[in-house]
């Protein structure tokens, strides 16, 4: 009797009640692994642009010695791919929209590889400018397709950690990159930089066969008309069966398929896409458009032209002016940049989702303001003293790392994940290209001036122009960059369009959700609550 009188009491002495499911509240939905398999797949293609930037920082030492080319050369030869990769990326939003996202990841692999062959077979300056060009244009479909992917198979719930997948994979390239720089510094001046760049063919080649495991993009199924096979990778890679009904409803509605046909092929009414795509985006773009394109141009502006490609691919000749002048010694310490930098976009991975996009990014961005300026100090006292000052070599070494760091927490990975998420889908794959375009003008601009720049106005001073690009980025991003945590991709235009005013939009939507909720809990309807 004790026992189930027991039992029937609750923990405050009263009969305990039983809560209607739609009031109780929502549970985090756990991680969907199949999504996450999907978007590790897609973003390792990422992993190509990070080897390349990470290899020619030490190639290029033993390819200027080798070749016997002038500085001029070298930096045109380090920021040239950039440059090339516009090709790629241009190309990549159309290609995409043909033969699907999954063939284009396929086909980024498989031009990569060739241009690798290339560069690692090359027996002159020419010769080797081929091999850049044609891996240029793997990095550009690469680069534009892989976050594109991602986005459009990943839940809401996790968005922000599987679309931050694409930047990770370039750290770890990067990484890896650094310690090929090292393993094979140790061979004949003439093979050593060969084997640099042409082992780079070899995760191209396993990239383009595990690709082939991956499903189609429900988004471009759907365009396509196929109904049945988007569903059923809807039904896999979205928390709940109630969000792959909503998410396949947003996306017939964005494809303009009337919600009464649920058949598993349709014919997707025809528009005319293609020439309409760019007048919405340029020359007619609706107030919404106008604010997501200054965003995702914007963000991808600041995260290059705030110098971390240069340093990046620069560090060996960075740490020389800071007193390192072993070639081994400054290949370790690249070493040390490359795991930094892996290390914090690995936390950062796991932040997103939970702190949301605006504080990770303007804690990032401040951080980064500090430590780049403490940079340019420490390379200016090391540059007006006529013996070596141990502190300031110390000092610029770890402001180096800690730039890489705070970098990586925030702007790193948060320019793809919210250049991924801001466009509807009619625009996104033109969209999303134009901001990889503006990416790699600016990585490519940095790059192959960075040398002469140091020439006339310091090492330090370089660092003080960073500084001063950051902290026009970071007012930028303070001001029109809305926090997007948790939205759908097809709620976005709801929240664009009051450009500096889009704080009180944001309120007004959490204000309209709390009332008109669906009680679902599911992750798509849940708004980021973090305000900058």
């Known amino acids: 009797m004790g026992d189930r009188k027991t039992q029937n009491i609750g923990v405050s002495g009263q009969p305990p009640m039983d809560i209607p499911p739609a009031l109780a509240p929502p549970q985090k939905p756990k991680r969907n692994k199949f999504a996450f398999a999907c978007a590790f797949l897609a973003s390792m293609t990422s992993i190509l642009l990070g080897y390349d930037i990470g290899v020619m920082s030490g190639a290029g030492i033993y390819i200027q010695r080798d070749l016997k080319i002038s500085d001029l050369k070298l930096e045109i030869l380090m920021g040239i791919l950039n440059v090339y990769s516009l090709f790629g990326s241009a190309a990549a939003g159309r290609t995409s929209d043909w033969i699907g996202r999954r063939y284009t990841i396929v086909l980024a692999s498989a031009i990569f590889f060739i241009g690798a062959l290339l560069m690692g077979f090359a027996t002159n300056y020419a010769f080797l400018m081929v091999g850049r060009f044609v891996a240029g244009i793997g990095v550009g479909y690469a680069l534009?397709?892989?976050?594109?992917?991602?986005?459009?198979?990943?839940?809401?719930?996790?968005?922000?950690?599987?679309?931050?997948?694409?930047?990770?994979?370039?750290?770890?390239?990067?990484?890896?990159?650094?310690?090929?720089?090292?393993?094979?510094?140790?061979?004949?001046?003439?093979?050593?930089?060969?084997?640099?760049?042409?082992?780079?063919?070899?995760?191209?080649?396993?990239?383009?066969?595990?690709?082939?495991?991956?499903?189609?993009?429900?988004?471009?199924?759907?365009?396509?008309?196929?109904?049945?096979?988007?569903?059923?990778?809807?039904?896999?890679?979205?928390?709940?069966?109630?969000?792959?009904?909503?998410?396949?409803?947003?996306?017939?509605?964005?494809?303009?398929?009337?919600?009464?046909?649920?058949?598993?092929?349709?014919?997707?009414?025809?528009?005319?896409?293609?020439?309409?795509?760019?007048?919405?985006?340029?020359?007619?773009?609706?107030?919404?458009?106008?604010?997501?394109?200054?965003?995702?141009?914007?963000?991808?502006?600041?995260?290059?032209?705030?110098?971390?490609?240069?340093?990046?691919?620069?560090?060996?000749?960075?740490?020389?002016?800071?007193?390192?002048?072993?070639?081994?010694?400054?290949?370790?310490?690249?070493?040390?940049?490359?795991?930094?930098?892996?290390?914090?976009?690995?936390?950062?991975?796991?932040?997103?989702?939970?702190?949301?996009?605006?504080?990770?990014?303007?804690?990032?961005?401040?951080?980064?303001?500090?430590?780049?300026?403490?940079?340019?100090?420490?390379?200016?006292?090391?540059?007006?003293?006529?013996?070596?000052?141990?502190?300031?070599?110390?000092?610029?070494?770890?402001?180096?790392?800690?730039?890489?760091?705070?970098?990586?927490?925030?702007?790193?990975?948060?320019?793809?994940?919210?250049n991924s998420e801001i466009f509807p889908l009619r625009l996104r794959a033109q969209g999303t290209s134009i901001g990889v375009a503006v990416n790699r003008v600016m990585s490519g601009v940095i790059s192959m001036t960075f040398i002469s720049l140091y020439k006339a106005v310091t090492i330090g001073g370089v660092f003080f122009l960073f500084m001063g690009v950051a902290i026009i980025g970071w007012i930028f991003f303070y001001t029109l960059l809305p926090e997007t945590q948790g939205k759908t991709l097809e709620e976005m235009q709801h929240l664009f369009g009051s450009f500096f005013k889009w704080r009180s939009t944001a309120r007004e939507l959490e204000k309209n959700r709390r009332v008109g909720g669906d009680g679902t809990g599911n992750g798509h309807i849940q708004m980021g609550t973090t305000n900058g």
Request: charged share 20%; aromatic share 10%; hydrophobic share 50%.
């Open 144 to 418: 534009m397709i892989a976050p594109v992917y991602t986005a459009e198979v990943s839940p809401a719930s996790s968005r922000g950690f599987l679309t931050s997948f694409p930047e990770v994979f370039i750290n770890a390239g990067i990484l890896l990159g650094y310690v090929s720089n090292y393993g094979f510094s140790k061979l004949r001046l003439n093979l050593g930089w060969r084997f640099m760049l042409g082992v780079g063919a070899i995760p191209a080649v396993f990239l383009a066969v595990g690709v082939l495991a991956m499903p189609e993009s429900p988004r471009w199924l759907v365009l396509k008309g196929r109904l049945g096979d988007a569903r059923k990778v809807l039904d896999k890679t979205s928390d709940s069966k109630e969000e792959a009904q909503l998410r396949l409803g947003d996306i017939k509605e964005a494809a303009g398929i009337p919600p009464e046909w649920n058949d598993d092929v349709v014919k997707v009414p025809k528009r005319s896409h293609k020439d309409a795509v760019w007048k919405e985006l340029l020359l007619h773009p609706t107030p919404a458009v106008r604010h997501i394109l200054i965003c995702g141009v914007g963000i991808h502006f600041f995260q290059q032209t705030s110098g971390i490609d240069a340093v990046v691919l620069y560090s060996p000749k960075i740490f020389e002016k800071a007193g390192i002048n072993d070639d081994t010694d400054k290949l370790l310490a690249t070493i040390a940049v490359g795991f930094v930098k892996t290390v914090f976009i690995l936390v950062a991975t796991f932040l997103v989702d939970r702190v949301g996009r605006r504080p990770l990014l303007l804690s990032s961005v401040g951080g980064m303001i500090a430590s780049v300026a403490t940079l340019g100090v420490a390379l200016t006292v090391i540059d007006h003293s006529s013996k070596k000052v141990p502190w300031a070599v110390a000092l610029a070494i770890v402001m180096v790392l800690a730039y890489v760091a705070t970098f990586s927490i925030g702007l790193g990975p948060i320019t793809w994940v919210y």
